[in-house]
């Protein structure tokens, strides 16, 4: 399968990394050194968009798209008919050196399919990267995917070398697992996160005693669950988002529209990716995280799945309006985060600012706060700031009206991205 | 009267021009670029001319610094480089309440002129930030006869070159991000609206003014190889089911393309 030309087997192998969602580079801080080339950004850098708005920070690709396994939702499954191809380490290693002095990407994730064995594939996967860390002296970014079923020794070297490490749980209940991984058992998904977990809490505590005390993957781990391949509510998947963030101390979830047209009969037909949906789990995802939401607040037993009518937050508030409207000037910080059209950065802008001058509209104007959705939530100064007092469904309404969002969205634009307060625009 | 003081249009020899406004009473007072004219028109005064000084620009900052902080520095160094009409009032006025307010000043963010200086100061931030992102370099051989970097470049070697059009001049915040990251090999960022460059030698970058490529690059072959398999693997990375041209155009405007390899940008 090798007698390709090289850009052919990029092609192929580029091609087949596409569908894993994660492309951060985020959440690891590290200078650049002498004698060494790169650094990595704590916020991450976003080089470009695909033509699918995809933002692209990482050289995603596999070592092989060739695999033992018949994961139903994956292109590469063993019964899929397509090309197969393969790069070597060295081959890896070059590209990623040549289009890191190029300023094209952040550095490397490197994911493969699954060859020979789990441990095996896995080895591979080290070489590559100590290669480039100890040949090439290569400080930039490296994501690396974890094999599920691979010796927890392998696991803990992958995360020496790499800055953050992944294992994708694919599918949200061990029913759905067994139905279309047949080849992974959930324990095998489960176990090295667990693992991981473990290793990145005990480097964080060495270091803590000393600064040289070995790093482990410093920017966490991440997972990814597919959404509309199989039957889970968006209860059941925020659910256990929150448990990961919580006991596994997760560093993102991501959330991977089911893209049909992959032909096994295990799977649904749907028209199109469900990317509404996909957008507003990240919506709520981004609730859990950072504005002190708890997953039974947003969901619960009659109210399964969220509204795709709009946002989470908005859909919160308005059940909630007995809570309505707060005092800009003077609630607390957590309940102006509660408030829908207020994000953390403008809630920071707003707390800091009130301490110096009492805010009415123009003020929060100047601050930048956009009114759109929160005027009727707030008052300032007293004065409610919506105008006429609503009811629940006028409210509704006036919060639909102007919100005629296309049905095909990114996470990124959840908040505007700008470089200050990284931590919070999500791309954490 | 409004007092005029012409300076360099550097940040430097605007921290000597508001040093010297200090000195001289902390009156109103207008500043003027190089081959800038006075608003005042008939009744402007005669334009001092301000020396640019390191020492002065620093001891100035560093005044800045202990009566209000390091942050607002920075902020008021951003803003500057938004090259703004009016900036150079705009933070002189933002100079004097500091000086008054001391440490409250950054949180006066609902009232002018902090607000405004952070709203430029954001906007060259997030110009610079992109930056990091956008910039491209490629691999170019060495003119002969060539005088860049003091001789740096032998012949026979190559260099990395990158073309920029930012929308303010941002040159000052990534050259210092580069030279972190890429310390083993000679390049040049080159600022094509500004006609200057920051050139970087594996030791240290520098600002030069004035720069003006007297011959297209002759990219190495390496950089066609490589910059055509980033192109296919750019194509590539995009999910058909997915597509959606807008959001990619929200994301990477327009403006930003004619100097991105993979937008078919700078193709030689
Ligand atoms: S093991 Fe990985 S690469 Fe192989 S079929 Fe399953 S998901 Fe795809």
């Known amino acids: ?428 | 009267m409004t007092a005029c003081y012409r300076y360099d249009g550097t940040l430097e020899g605007f921290l000597c021009a508001l040093a010297l406004c200090l000195e001289s009473g902390g009156g109103e007072a207008e500043f003027l670029r190089p081959g800038a004219e006075s608003g005042a028109g008939l009744f402007a005064g005669v334009p001092r001319d301000v020396v640019t000084e390191r020492e002065t620009a620093l001891r100035f900052r560093e005044r800045f610094v202990t009566a209000v902080s390091r942050d607002a520095f920075a902020t008021l160094r951003y803003a500057f480089h938004s090259e703004a009409a009016g900036v150079e009032e705009l933070l002189w006025r933002y100079v004097l309440a500091g000086l008054k307010q001391g440490k409250r000043l950054e949180r006066m963010l609902a009232q002018e002129p902090v607000c405004t200086v952070n709203r430029l100061a954001r906007a060259v931030s997030h110009e610079a930030h992109r930056f990091t992102g956008f910039v491209r370099f490629r691999e170019v051989a060495w003119p002969v006869g060539d005088s860049w970097g003091e001789g740096d470049g032998e012949k026979g070697t190559t260099f990395l070159y990158a073309r920029i059009e930012p929308a303010v001049d941002i040159l000052a915040f990534i050259a210092p991000f580069f030279t972190e990251r890429l310390n083993d090999r000679d390049w040049m960022i080159h600022d094509l609206r500004r006609s200057q460059a920051a050139v970087f030698n594996r030791e240290t970058w520098r600002l030069v003014r004035e720069v003006e490529l007297t011959s297209p690059p002759g990219y190495t072959a390496d950089e066609e190889v490589c910059s055509r398999l980033w192109r296919s693997y750019f194509q590539r990375m995009a999910i058909p089911e997915r597509h959606n041209p807008r959001l990619q155009q929200q994301l990477v405007p327009l403006r930003f393309r004619a100097h991105l390899v993979e937008f078919g940008g700078e193709e030689s």
């Not at chain 1, 790069?87 to 300023?103: G, I, K, Q």
């Not at chain 1, 964080?204 to 600064?211: D, I, L, N």
């Not at chain 1, 009811?391 to 095909?408: N, Q, Y």
Request: charged share 25%; hydrophobic share 40%.
């Open chain 1, 1 to 428: 399968m090798n007698n390709r030309t090289f850009e052919q087997r990029l092609e192929i192998l580029a091609d087949s990394a596409k569908y894993d969602v994660s492309c951060s580079s985020s959440g690891s801080n590290r200078r650049g050194a002498p004698g060494g080339v790169g650094s990595t950004a704590v916020a991450g850098i976003c080089h470009t968009w695909t033509a699918d708005g995809r933002c692209i920070s990482l050289l995603k690709i596999l070592l092989t798209n060739a695999c033992i396994y018949d994961c139903a939702y994956c292109v590469n499954r063993r019964s899929n008919d397509i090309p197969r191809a393969a790069f070597t380490p060295a081959e890896v290693v070059r590209l990623t050196m040549d289009f890191y002095r190029r300023n094209y990407i952040e550095g490397l994730f490197l994911s493969t399919g699954v060859t020979r064995s789990a441990d095996h594939t896995m080895e591979q996967l080290i070489a590559v990267v100590r290669k480039l860390r100890d040949e090439e002296r290569f400080n930039g970014y490296v994501h690396l995917k974890i094999v599920p079923g691979a010796d927890p020794l392998l696991v803990a070297e992958a995360g020496r070398y790499a800055d953050r490490v992944s294992v994708n749980i694919e599918l949200p209940t061990r029913q759905s697992l067994a139905l279309l991984a047949p080849d992974k058992p959930r324990e095998s998904v489960i176990a090295p996160m667990r693992q991981v977990s473990g290793l990145i809490a005990s480097a964080r505590e060495e270091r803590k005693k000393s600064r040289t005390a070995p790093q482990f993957a410093p920017a966490g781990q991440s997972t990814q669950l597919i959404v509309g391949a199989t039957p889970e509510s968006d209860r059941e998947i925020v659910t256990l988002a929150e448990g990961l963030y919580r006991r596994l101390d997760m560093r993102r979830v991501y959330y991977s529209a089911f893209v049909p047209g992959s032909s096994d009969r295990r799977l649904p037909a749907l028209p199109t990716p469900p990317l509404l949906r996909e957008h507003r789990l990240y919506q709520a995802d981004w609730l859990l995280r950072f504005y002190g939401f708890a997953a039974h607040e947003l969901l619960d037993e009659e109210r399964p799945n969220l509204d795709m009518r709009f946002d989470p937050k908005s859909d919160w508030a308005v059940r909630h309006l007995g809570l309505f409207p707060v005092e800009v000037n003077s609630v607390e910080y957590e309940v102006l985060l509660r408030v829908p059209g207020i994000g953390v950065r403008s809630a920071q802008r707003i707390v800091a600012a009130r301490r110096h001058a009492r805010l009415g509209e123009a003020e929060l104007k100047r601050l930048g706060v956009v009114l759109k959705r929160a005027r009727y939530f707030l008052t300032a100064g007293g004065r409610y700031l919506g105008g006429i007092r609503l009811d629940g469904a006028t409210l509704v309404a006036r919060l639909l009206a102007p919100e005629r969002r296309p049905a095909r969205l990114d996470q990124l634009e959840l908040f505007p991205e700008t470089p200050d307060a990284s931590a919070l625009t999500g791309e954490l």
